[in-house]
């Protein structure tokens, strides 16, 4: 499968196929500047993301399971059909499945880009009896950009929620800051669903923090004195942002965390939650998210 893959889609030295942890089939983005990123086929999961210095951004649980049909915790889970409040697998069954490479090049510019798919399946069908697309596609320049396009292949609409769940790597949670949440109404998970609104111009975590900000703005910014970087977030067609980290307590009672991981990671969220989408019959639904790092 390797060989195939590095025969049909590589581009040396910038695109090729590993065996990555548990042996799950990594795909390896190098770009000229010296920026690179990874993901592995299951789940279409980027699992890392490093500047030109190769510094990793990305944060990834040295306890992640990599095995088919297990969340992999850490780099940017892809959350579809449902993020929460339904009857599907947590997140969603996108990211728990294999997706196949459909496209890889360098673009004259240098662009590192590819795109992988998938397509209703048996198993999807069981849980969600609709006929869909997805398309993921990553550019890798001196950003990190992914666009998510869903292709309603049915004869009717259907609706559906999704997020890029990204972990990010910090130095420190109590250094960490996101700014571009002022005055927005927030459910608050920790406290049960209650909507409250943000107050704070800089939210700061201190505690177990689970929060789905509505109609945020389609620009967030996540400061991290510790390491000295900043990370701007910038949306499209995703109203809503979520922060999370699950502090001490919570981190402790997930297998797949070491108790001190929460210092070193939140999750600052695009996501279309609180409203799902609506997608008619023969329809594509089409999401953006650009990563940009500067030095805070
Ligand atoms: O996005 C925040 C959240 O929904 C939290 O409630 C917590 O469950 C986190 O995602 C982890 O979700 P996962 O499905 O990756 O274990």
């Given at each position: 499968?390797?060989?195939?893959?590095?025969?049909?889609?590589?581009?040396?030295?910038?695109?090729?196929?590993?065996?990555?942890?548990?042996?799950?089939?990594?795909?390896?983005?190098?770009?000229?500047?010296?920026?690179?990123?990874?993901?592995?086929?299951?789940?279409?999961?980027?699992?890392?993301?490093?500047?030109?210095?190769?510094?990793?951004?990305?944060?990834?649980?040295?306890?992640?399971?990599?095995?088919?049909?297990?969340?992999?915790?850490?780099?940017?889970?892809?959350?579809?059909?449902?993020?929460?409040?339904?009857?599907?697998?947590?997140?969603?069954?996108?990211?728990?499945?294999?997706?196949?490479?459909?496209?890889?090049?360098?673009?004259?510019?240098?662009?590192?880009?590819?795109?992988?798919?998938?397509?209703?399946?048996?198993?999807?069908?069981?849980?969600?009896?609709?006929?869909?697309?997805?398309?993921?596609?990553?550019?890798?320049?001196?950003?990190?950009?992914?666009?998510?396009?869903?292709?309603?292949?049915?004869?009717?609409?259907?609706?559906?929620?999704?997020?890029?769940?990204?972990?990010?790597?910090?130095?420190?949670?109590?250094?960490?800051?996101?700014?571009?949440?002022?005055?927005?109404?927030?459910?608050?998970?920790?406290?049960?669903?209650?909507?409250?609104?943000?107050?704070?111009?800089?939210?700061?975590?201190?505690?177990?923090?689970?929060?789905?900000?509505?109609?945020?703005?389609?620009?967030?910014?996540l400061t991290d004195?510790?390491?000295?970087?900043?990370?701007?977030?910038?949306?499209?067609?995703?109203?809503?942002?979520?922060?999370?980290?699950?502090?001490?307590?919570?981190?402790?009672?997930?297998?797949?965390?070491?108790?001190?991981?929460y210092e070193h990671?939140?999750?600052?969220?695009?996501?279309?939650?609180?409203?799902?989408?609506?997608?008619?019959?023969?329809?594509?639904?089409?999401?953006?998210?650009?990563?940009?790092?500067?030095?805070?």
């Amino acid at each position: 499968m390797l060989e195939t893959l590095n025969r049909d889609f590589g581009v040396d030295p910038a695109i090729c196929f590993v065996n990555g942890n548990g042996n799950q089939i990594k795909m390896v983005l190098a770009h000229r500047s010296g920026a690179s990123a990874e993901l592995y086929l299951q789940g279409a999961h980027v699992s890392s993301w490093k500047t030109a210095q190769q510094e990793e951004l990305l944060f990834m649980s040295s306890k992640s399971a990599f095995a088919p049909g297990k969340a992999i915790r850490g780099g940017i889970p892809l959350i579809f059909p449902q993020f929460g409040g339904g009857d599907l697998p947590a997140h969603g069954f996108a990211r728990n499945e294999m997706w196949s490479v459909k496209k890889a090049a360098v673009a004259s510019n240098g662009d590192v880009t590819t795109i992988l798919g998938l397509a209703a399946n048996d198993a999807t069908k069981k849980v969600w009896p609709h006929h869909f697309e997805l398309e993921l596609t990553v550019c890798l320049n001196d950003k990190l950009t992914l666009t998510l396009s869903c292709r309603n292949l049915d004869q009717h609409e259907f609706d559906f929620q999704t997020a890029f769940h990204t972990y990010f790597q910090l130095g420190n949670i109590t250094q960490a800051r996101v700014t571009g949440l002022n005055g927005l109404t927030f459910i608050d998970k920790v406290k049960g669903g209650v909507k409250e609104t943000e107050k704070r111009s800089e939210v700061g975590i201190d505690q177990e923090t689970d929060r789905v900000y509505l109609n945020a703005p389609n620009e967030l910014t996540l400061t991290d004195n510790s390491s000295r970087r900043a990370i701007t977030l910038t949306k499209k067609e995703m109203r809503d942002a979520v922060v999370w980290n699950p502090w001490a307590e919570r981190c402790k009672n997930m297998s797949d965390l070491a108790p001190g991981d929460y210092e070193h990671f939140i999750c600052v969220e695009s996501g279309a939650i609180g409203e799902k989408i609506k997608l008619a019959a023969g329809k594509t639904y089409l999401c953006t998210q650009v990563l940009t790092c500067t030095k805070a």
